[in-house]
């Protein structure tokens, strides 16, 4: 009688372990036709990253995985699985109805450091600290308002711009022979400086080189694939390459710089109280006093992450 027992539950349970399994095997099949496609060809640990090394455009090769794929698709970069959208309907539907899906970016050791740990408005994860941000970005910095307030920034610059170009063209004889990727880059420092921090920089100052290399440093680190992102346990092989160093050293300069713009902000306006214009440290400022918030070492570091 025991033995039938024993049976009949032995049964029982493999029934059960048995309709489980084939459930978990369904729904994952499904699961897995809701996926965009991938192409071919991953390998471990770098996923698809090779297939981005033939000296080819990346915007010609995601155009032909496209042909291939469909409008949207799957790609492996080392450990993180990105989405390359190649439809425009496919990209709304991602930026509006599925827009709290995306903000989020990748965790990196770069953008640790360099990012204040996660708190820059471009890196931050979504939720109430991003969705201020982003608020305050789109209508203190990015508002038509502002833009138009700012619009002689931009009309100032590209004038002087080319007024250099022609003084470079009559010296020259009607031909020069000029680098305009340095100076096109001179060109975009000074209106970001200005509309930022309200300060006219000049290309071949040693202030404005030394933000350019550190601006050029920190969007070079933050694309670059460290080892710390894929595999953590030998992540000390990016202290013995330099990587961490440089990380380091890109983030102490930066922090100087727009640091040195937020305390001389703060000192004119001490001196002489809000005149003309605001630039966007300005109005970080104000909204700052308006909410009697102390400027400390800490108050800075978080104007530092908004600017």
């Known amino acids: ?7 009949h539950f032995a049964l029982a349970f493999t029934k059960t372990i048995a309709i489980l399994v084939v459930t978990i095997l369904v ?8 996926k965009p496609p991938e192409p071919d060809g991953a390998l471990p640990f770098i996923g698809h990253l090779h297939l981005f090394g ?11 995985m496209a042909n291939k794929h469909g409008p949207a698709f799957l790609i492996r970069l080392e450990i993180h699985r990105a989405l390359v959208v190649n439809n425009w309907k496919v990209a709304k539907e991602c ?18 450091y360099m990012g204040y740990d996660y ?5 931050a994860p979504y939720g109430p600290y991003w969705c201020n941000m982003r608020k305050l970005a789109m209508v203190e910095l990015l508002s038509s308002r502002r833009l138009e307030l ?8 590209i004038g002087s711009f080319i007024k250099e170009l022609y003084k470079q063209s009559v010296k020259n004889g009607g031909v020069a022979l000029l680098e305009m990727k340095e100076r096109i880059g001179d060109l975009a420092t000074n209106i970001i400086v200005r509309m930022v921090a309200g300060k006219i920089y000049h ?7 030394r933000f350019q290399k550190a601006l050029s440093d920190f969007f070079y680190l933050a694309g670059l694939f460290l080892v710390s992102d894929t595999i953590p ?20 300069e930066l922090d100087f710089a727009i640091g040195s713009w937020v305390n001389e902000h703060r000192e004119r306006r001490l001196d002489k109280g809000i005149e003309g214009n605001q630039d966007f440290i300005d109005v970080m400022l104000s909204i700052m006093d308006e909410n009697n918030v102390p400027v400390t070492p800490l108050t800075r570091i978080q104007l530092r992450n908004r600017v």
Do not use: C, Y
Request: proline share 2%; hydrophobic share 35%; net charge positive.
């Open 27 to 34: 729904k994952g099949k499904k699961r897995q036709k809701r």
């Open 150 to 157: 700012l619009k002689h920034v931009r009309d100032n610059e």
């Open 203 to 209: 290309g071949t100052s040693e202030e404005s080189r």
């Open 54 to 64: 033939n000296n080819q455009l990346l915007h010609r090769i995601f155009a032909d």
């Open 233 to 252: 346990f030998l992540g000390w092989l990016d202290v013995v390459m330099g990587n961490i160093g440089k990380i380091k050293r890109t983030t102490k």
């Open 119 to 123: 708190k820059m408005l471009g890196f």
């Open 1 to 7: 009688m025991e033995f039938q027992e024993q049976l």
């Open 95 to 112: 930026f509006t109805t599925n827009d709290k899906v995306f903000p989020t970016r990748p965790k990196s050791i770069a953008i640790k």
